[in-house]
């Protein structure tokens, strides 16, 4: 069917219009996706494409077709200064998905018009897609307003890294919160131990333990089991485990975590988680659906 005549379907009378459940469910039209500038993309930290890939059942990378600018009368719900494109893209390649992907997606988008009020060139650009399926074959709804990205080589291998470190065996779980927190003071001043345990989504058993000795900066790591040993270390900033952390941490101890401990145990505990959070630094993000 040509694009033409599929779009003409597509906003018969029968099926509504264009942003109707025909194409995506009914969430779909109280959040149109809200396209980005071509390049915008370039400035994503490595926060923001974990936070894409981690909650997107699909990535492909996609050669955009065809598009359709739709009429106002058939998009409503569009944001000034932008404009629906009914989109037809190509599978070049899927890096995540089920593997009988239709080997042409279509999708719609709400694209920012340049300063012309022009829709900018689309055609034959090459993107990278965060999606899930919609409701018809070949059918894909985008995960978040921001979720297509240029598919450059740099940005192509880092979502690649980031998938694979997502579905290795050793994956870190994701963080929900922070458990209890326990201190033990040395025999000496200035030195002491604390560990911190952490609740995970799958239950699994991960803890910080920070040490402390006199005459030596203190040292702390995570551990992702039931032992703390000495093979334990931080993590490297722009890891997953990294990122577990720093995007999922708080800021500082609550009280139901040291409800348990003396004042001065309690005080020292606080010290070291706050420690670890300034080791870590901050889960730089950029996106606004962020």
């Known amino acids: 069917m040509k694009p033409a005549t599929l779009i003409r379907s597509l906003l018969s009378p029968c099926l509504i219009l264009a942003a109707n459940s025909a194409i995506f469910p009914a969430s779909a039209q109280q959040r149109p996706v809200i396209a980005q500038p071509v390049g915008a993309a370039a400035g994503l930290t490595y926060a923001d494409i974990v ?14 077709r065809n598009i359709i600018a739709l009429k106002p009368d058939q998009a409503t719900g569009v944001a000034p200064g932008h ?36 829709i900018p060139k689309l055609k034959k650009a090459q993107v990278i897609l965060f999606a ?18 240029p598919a450059t080589p740099v940005q192509i291998d880092r979502v690649k890294s980031v998938l694979s470190a997502l579905v290795a ?9 922070l458990g209890d927190a326990f201190h033990v003071a040395g025999t000496i001043a200035g030195e002491g ?20 000795r006199p005459g030596q900066p203190p040292r702390w790591a995570v551990a992702l089991g039931e032992i703390v040993d000495e093979a334990a270390r931080a993590p490297e900033p722009g890891t997953l485990l990294w990122h577990r952390l720093a995007c999922s941490l708080p800021p500082a101890l609550p009280p ?11 005080e020292a505990a606080r010290a070291d988680y706050r420690l670890v959070i300034d080791a870590l630094g901050p889960c730089e993000r950029t996106r606004a659906s962020s």
């Open 51 to 64: 936070d894409l890939a981690d909650a997107a059942p699909m990535v492909a990378i996609v050669r955009i």
């Open 83 to 118: 404009k629906r494109l009914f989109v037809e893209a190509d599978v070049t390649s899927l890096i995540r998905g089920e593997a009988g992907i239709s080997p042409l997606v279509t999708y719609l988008y709400d694209v920012r018009l340049d300063a012309r009020g022009k």
């Open 132 to 149: 899930r399926p919609a409701a018809r074959p070949g059918e894909v709804q985008l995960i978040a307003p921001d979720a297509q990205i």
């Open 169 to 177: 065996p050793n994956t870190p779980p994701r963080i929900l919160g």
């Open 193 to 212: 131990e604390t560990q911190i345990f952490l609740r995970t989504e799958n239950g699994d058993p991960v803890s910080l333990s920070v040490l402390r």
């Open 256 to 266: 139901r975590a040291v409800r348990t401990l003396a004042v001065a145990d309690a």
